[in-house]
T-cell receptor
Framework: GQNIDQPTEMTATEGAIVQINCTYQTSGFNGLFWYQQHAGEAPTFLSYNVLDGLEEKGRFSSFLSRSKGYSYLLLKELQMKDSASYLCAVRDRTGANNLFFGTGTRLTVIP | GAVVSQHPSRVICKSGTSVKIECRSLDFQATTMFWYRQFPKQSLMLMATSNEGSKATYEQGVEKDKFLINHASLTLSTLTVTSAHPEDSSFYIC?????????????FGQGTRLTVV
């Protein structure tokens, strides 16, 4: 099975940097995705990691360590509009390559 | 990025009736489509996986006779909630996978908010 953990809630200040962690246990790891989801809307794709290391995309970066079963999403220069839930999802080869989601981290950006 | 279109975005139906939700891949052929359900303040739960031209694979605990999935073409999958009850009220979301565009599965439809009254 899959076990994906991330903090439930985080709060950060506008303009600051925040790191959202995700740990996972899965038997057939085949990629990790990060999504942003605003309330009442569908998730939007942020990043994808399949190899160890850092992937940078503008203000957002995602890191993966497969040996540690660990990833983080780094958000820089926080803006109020970044207040949303951030979902970590793992693709599992033994699960027909399906995506399995963590519970999501609700980030609140304050002035 | 790949575009996945889902319709309708919102639907209200009476208890006991059926509702059909469509999921279309607009710029690629989706060999596999995924249907998720999300209750308020919870994460996405995979309901079923549909492959073009074959029967859907349902996750444990999901009633296949209640949630009918049809994937008749490479660009369209439908989810029909039969004999809907208030507890079926939820946010339903689809995503799609392409044989040639691996990253395509990263993109979701807009979601359908179903309210059963």
């Amino acid at each position: 099975g899959q076990n994906i953990d991330q903090p439930t809630e985080m709060t950060a200040t506008e303009g600051a940097i925040v790191q959202i962690n995700c740990t996972y246990q899965t038997s057939g790891f085949n990629g990790l995705f990060w999504y942003q989801q605003h309330a009442g809307e569908a998730p939007t794709f942020l990043s994808y990691n399949v190899l160890d290391g850092l992937e940078e995309k503008g203000r957002f970066s995602s890191f993966l360590s497969r040996s540690k079963g660990y990833s983080y999403l780094l958000l820089k220069e926080l803006q109020m509009k970044d207040s949303a839930s951030y979902l970590c999802a793992v693709r599992d080869r033994t699960g027909a390559n399906n995506l399995f989601f963590g519970t999501g981290t609700r980030l609140t950006v304050i002035p | 990025g790949a575009v996945v279109s889902q319709h309708p975005s919102r639907v209200i139906c009476k208890s006991g009736t059926s509702v059909k939700i469509e999921c279309r891949s607009l710029d690629f052929q989706a060999t596999t489509m995924f249907w998720y359900r999300q209750f308020p303040k919870q994460s996405l739960m995979l309901m079923a996986t549909s492959n073009e031209g074959s029967k859907a694979t349902y996750e444990q605990g999901v009633e296949k006779d209640k949630f009918l999935i049809n994937h008749a073409s490479l660009t369209l999958s439908t989810l029909t909630v039969t004999s809907a009850h208030p507890e079926d009220s939820s946010f339903y979301i689809c995503s799609a996978r392409s044989r040639t565009r691996v990253e395509a599965e990263a993109f979701f439809g807009q979601g359908t908010r179903l309210t059963v009254v």
